[in-house]
């Protein structure tokens, strides 16, 4: 099996910054595209962002130029740097991972639990 774990959530000020850590662990034999969701109770789940193995990033526009997701292939890990944050990013922000447990076997999508991120004003 394959867990993801994050960590960093928190309280924080509007303006203020954060930073998101996952780490997936267990059968793996690679990761293509893992990525950063958050929601709002009685709300969508949305993108935040993503990035493949390779390094290329894809943002929501709410977040473009405050947010930056960068990952270590080596860790199998995720990272989120939010700067500049405001109390409308308050959401349960949760990662996701496309793994490969084996060679040739087809790639699978796992979440982690979640961490809560709120900003206020």
């Known amino acids: 099996q394959v867990q993801l774990v994050e960590s960093g959530g928190g309280l924080v000020q509007a303006g203020g910054s954060l930073r998101l850590s996952c780490a997936a662990s267990?059968?793996?034999?690679?990761?293509?595209?893992m990525g950063w969701y958050r929601q709002v109770l009685g709300k969508q789940r949305e993108l935040v962002a993503a990035i493949t193995s390779g390094g290329s990033t894809n943002y929501a526009d709410s977040v473009k130029g405050r947010f930056t997701i960068s990952r270590d292939n080596a860790k199998n890990t995720v990272y989120l740097q939010m700067n500049s944050l405001k109390p409308e990013d308050t959401a349960v922000y949760s990662c996701n991972a496309d793994v490969r447990m084996y060679r040739g076997s087809y790639y699978n999508t796992y979440w982690g639990q979640g961490t809560q991120v709120t900003v206020s004003s």
């Open positions: 267990g059968s793996i034999f690679s990761i293509n595209t």
